[in-house]
């Protein structure tokens, strides 16, 4: 399973950078997953429209190949970085490549509360019509007291903590594998056997009753059929 990872930050030093990363390298077994930054993602605006600069495309084609997105977003101000706003914009104004995406939100920040509100706000905006994703249901991460939930290696210290995460990013690929079976093009149907034999073709006898004993003997008079020793060039 090919994942994406979008830090919600562009801030040179960041948790949430952290909590992918620790996702990435953790749960590597489960999955595969490319942490993208948004560092360089230009401030939305479509009197000047960026649709098709490489910082753009990059999203756009990244995340159309992906089976599923986890975007870790901070909270300021109780609500998410305008620079992970601005991407979002991008990728619903003339591309779409959310659209029925699946999608878990993550989230740390420096205080016990997490960051339930921006998380809470950034799924609003997912599932907005024009961006469309498919917000994973009734889970959240929320990582609170970030500086001290690290170790010197970057690593969650607390063995419950990575045991809640390991148990979600279980769910969230089971989610996937069933909204990418979902959109999956629907199969052809094909047309009924017709055992009745009600349709015609151009060899059909018409005129003879099919359910007759002597149908056989019908039919190859009505088509003058040879028989005894005609001869049959």
Known sequence: MK???????????????????????TYKKSFEMEVL?????????????????PEIQKFNQKIMAADGVIIATPEHNRTITPALNSIIEWLSFKIHPLDKKPVM??????YDQGTSRSQLHLR?????????AYVFPGNEFLLGEAKEAFDENNNIKDPGTVKFLGEMLDKF?????????????????????????????????????????????????????????????
Do not use: C, H
């Open 37 to 53: 930054e948004i560092t360089d993602i230009p401030l939305f605006n479509q009197s000047d429209d960026q649709t098709n600069s």
């Open 3 to 25: 994942l994406i990872g979008i830090v919600g930050s562009n801030a040179a030093f960041s948790y949430n950078r952290l909590l992918l990363e620790f996702i990435a390298k």
């Open 173 to 233: 690929g089971r989610y996937v594998t069933i909204i990418n079976e979902l959109e999956r093009p629907a199969k052809p149907v094909a047309a009924p056997e017709d055992l009745f034999a009600t349709g015609k073709i151009d060899t059909t006898i018409e005129g003879v009753d099919m359910y007759a004993e002597d149908w056989v003997e019908q039919a190859a008079e009505k088509v003058n059929a040879a028989e005894g020793n005609d001869y049959v060039k």
């Open 105 to 110: 939100i993550v989230g740390a920040s420096w």
């Open 124 to 132: 609003q905006i997912l599932e907005a019509p024009g961006v469309g």
